[in-house]
């Protein structure tokens, strides 16, 4: 069954909020990655130097069974404001329930990036929901 945790999304400030939640919650980070560390393609052009240095994705465990995740805007992803700074993200079983699941969750609503691969080894999509909810679904390739 797939699980689910809150992703947020910060106005350029992302590594300060999830260190201050580290010193809350403790533990380590379990990835943090820069849009300067992305692959260039055809369908996102490189990130200028001060947006190469926000963060593209954070995940700190704050039980067994959560994660808080994270990343901040840019000029290709929007700007942030109230009301769309968190996506519900689902962590799918496998490929057939990422589907299954983006395919339901999404009817009526619009599609912001279609299930597909990605460099980070995951099968990823993002959509809003018929009642402008912000998900995300995730299946990991290769479990880490």
């Known amino acids: 069954m797939a699980s689910v945790n809150v992703y947020l999304t910060f106005n350029g400030n992302t590594e300060e ?8 919650f403790g533990g ?6 820069r849009f300067k560390d992305m692959p260039a393609d055809d369908n996102c052009p490189p ?10 994705h954070v995940s700190l465990p704050i039980s067994k069974e959560t994660v808080l995740m994270a990343s901040d805007s840019t000029g290709f992803s929007g700007s942030v ?4 700074n968190f996506s519900v993200s689902i962590n ?11 395919n339901g969750l999404s009817a009526g609503g619009k599609v912001t ?18 009642f402008d909810i912000n998900w995300m679904v995730n299946f990991d390739e290769q479990p880490k």
Do not use: Q
């Open 81 to 84: 404001t109230f009301g769309n």
């Open 17 to 24: 909020a999830f260190n201050f939640y580290k010193s809350v």
């Open 28 to 33: 380590e980070f379990t990835y943090i990655g």
């Open 47 to 56: 990130p200028s130097p001060e947006e190469g240095d926000k963060i593209m």
């Open 113 to 130: 990036m279609p299930m597909s691969d990605t460099f980070w080894g995951a099968y990823f999509g993002m959509f809003t929901d018929k």
């Open 92 to 102: 799918a079983d496998s490929k057939e329930e990422a589907d299954r699941l983006f």
